[in-house]
């Protein structure tokens, strides 16, 4: 027993020294977590549209009109570029894109919103960019609201109208509604997915082209080596990255500890098999090539499942790198218990068992060697 513990030892650590021997799987493994911990989230950090320039039309010039766009240009959504009378000006200016959007308060606005009446306040936004629409519509709408409720409460007295109560929208995942809150919780796990499949593969072909064929405790160690990487990976990006870009995170604490070594002992297991087939270390960056933005795309995230063909469907969901994003999800941002994603980690857990045993066998398999060694072929005159 205690030399299968030193014979095991020996094995884990040997494959560290073997990874920082190596340069490129070394920054393939551990290296690019971090590279991308700040890359990502980086190139996201703008993620909301601020300071939208937009023309303001106010044809009555009143007490409430001056309300209004005084609380217009309170909002960092918006940045008031001119106020004018003339609704012609507003429009040339909004086809020299010189404006996004066009808030027009016309001359009978006053007497609409003390008798109560529906409608009244114009606004044109560019259909140019989607997203600035949307944070223009935001910005604006509260800041109508806000004024318009302030003017009415000053004729309670003599009015029974009061203004429709105000809905407001919570989203459960994604609660500052940023692209980047959106997008990098996905993108993580399968960061840590690629960069085991590239760096395991990398060195499993490196040994295999010295004729490794490993022992079980060998392999094991190998694996239990593997898994640390990928288990401190998960935890520095899940936990301290989310953190620091203020990322919804930490919604099921426990759940996601026990989620992390299953999911990374399925790409493992896949990871073993997919070197299996390599003849040379340069191989597994062709696999990276072609898989990284269909496995992003068949996960869910950027297309939603439902609006996709029911192949590609089934296809997605078969996918480890699909099972993990949408559990690290539902785990880290949504806060859902353990039992809603129980049937995944099942699904992982048999997955990489099956893919960890046929990685195995492969491995453990003589190789095809040709009969005369690269280094050795003749040029026949």
């Known amino acids: 027993?205690?030399?299968?513990?030193?014979?095991?030892?020996?094995?884990?650590?040997?494959?560290?020294?073997?990874?920082?021997?190596?340069?490129?799987?070394?920054?393939?493994?551990?290296?690019?977590?971090?590279?991308?911990?700040?890359?990502?989230?980086?190139?996201?950090?703008?993620?909301?549209?601020?300071?939208?320039?937009?023309?303001?039309?106010?044809?009555?010039?009143?007490?409430?009109?001056?309300?209004?766009?005084?609380?217009?240009?309170?909002?960092?959504?918006?940045?008031?570029?001119?106020?004018?009378?003339?609704?012609?000006?507003?429009?040339?200016?909004?086809?020299?894109?010189?404006?996004?959007?066009?808030?027009?308060?016309?001359?009978n606005l006053s007497n609409s919103i003390h008798r109560g009446e529906v409608g009244g306040v114009g606004l044109y936004l560019s259909a140019a960019y989607f997203l600035r629409t949307k944070e223009i519509g935001l910005g604006i709408a509260k800041s109508i609201e806000q004024a318009i409720v302030e003017q009415t409460e000053k004729f309670s007295h003599i009015s029974a109208f009061s203004p429709v109560l105000s809905i407001h929208q919570i989203p459960l995942f994604n609660t500052q509604s940023g692209y980047g809150s959106y997008v990098f919780p996905a993108i993580a796990p399968l960061i840590i997915h690629q960069t085991i499949v590239l760096g395991l593969s990398m060195l499993i072909a490196s040994y295999r082209q010295s004729n490794w064929r490993p022992k079980k405790l060998e392999l094991f160690g190998l694996f239990c080596t593997i898994l640390t990487i990928g288990c401190l990976g998960c935890f520095y990006l899940f936990g301290f990255t989310f953190w620091l870009y203020d990322y919804p995170h930490g919604g099921n604490f426990w759940g996601m500890l026990l989620g992390v070594p299953i999911f990374i002992s399925c790409v493992i297991g896949l990871s073993l098999v997919l070197a299996s087939f390599l003849d040379l270390p340069e191989r597994a960056g062709h696999l990276i090539v072609f898989t990284s933005i269909p496995l992003f795309l068949l996960s869910g995230t950027a297309w939603p499942h439902s609006a996709m063909p029911e192949w590609m469907q089934y296809l997605g969901n078969a996918l480890p790198s699909t099972q993990g994003i949408q559990m690290f999800i539902q785990l880290n941002q949504m806060g859902v218990p353990i039992d809603l994603v129980i049937p995944k980690m099942i699904y992982l857990a048999v997955i990489g068992s099956i893919l960890l045993i046929l990685g195995y066998f492969r491995l453990t398999q003589p190789h095809k060697k040709s009969c005369i060694p690269p280094t050795q072929h003749k040029i026949n005159k």
């Open 1 to 107: 027993m205690k030399n299968h513990g030193k014979n095991f030892l020996h094995y884990y650590v040997k494959t560290f020294k073997d990874i920082a021997r190596n340069s490129s799987i070394l920054t393939t493994l551990i290296l690019s977590v971090f590279f991308y911990s700040f890359f990502y989230p980086t190139a996201y950090k703008a993620e909301h549209a601020e300071s939208l320039p937009i023309v303001i039309v106010d044809e009555e010039q009143s007490l409430i009109t001056a309300t209004i766009i005084n609380e217009v240009s309170k909002s960092p959504n918006v940045s008031i570029k001119a106020v004018t009378g003339n609704f012609a000006e507003a429009e040339i200016m909004l086809k020299a894109q010189q404006a996004d959007a066009i808030l027009l308060l016309p001359h």
